[in-house]
């Protein structure tokens, strides 16, 4: 099992910066590639960013790309979403997950994650 714990979100008004962190617990962190997906009120659960074990490989929704950053700290079990240039479209909740494996082609599937965090709300005013 592996426990995750976001934390970092809050209300930020648009064209601000905020950076979530999501903490690891349970078995060994640098086995597992991570993501971040969020789900906003009404809508679907959808991808936002992906990390390898490594941190040598990263992918991003078009929506964030160039505007979101994701990052790891094995050492910390530890994994990072830097957030700029904030638009009141991504106001949601986001969730970190870990998939079930080092690396998956499929990042982008809910379906390839096993553990979820509980989510953190990110409010975003115009």
């Known amino acids: 099992q592996v426990q995750l714990v976001e934390s970092g979100g809050g209300v930020v008004q648009a064209g601000g910066s905020l950076s979530l962190s999501c903490a690891a617990s349970g078995r060994t962190f640098s086995n597992y590639a991570m993501g971040w997906f969020r789900q906003a009120p009404g809508k679907e659960r959808e991808f936002v960013a992906y990390?390898?074990?490594?941190?040598?490989?990263?992918e991003y929704a078009d929506s964030v790309k160039g505007r979101f950053t994701i990052s790891r700290d094995n050492a910390k079990n530890t994994v990072y979403l830097q957030m700029n240039s904030l638009k009141p479209e991504d106001t949601a909740v986001y969730y970190c997950?870990?998939?079930?494996?080092?690396?998956?082609?499929?990042?982008?599937?809910?379906?390839?994650?096993?553990?979820w965090g509980q989510g953190t709300q990110v409010t975003v005013s115009s």
């Open positions: 990390i390898n074990w490594s941190g040598g490989s990263t």
């Open positions: 997950a870990a998939a079930g494996s080092s690396g998956t082609s499929y990042y982008s599937s809910a379906s390839a994650y096993y553990y």
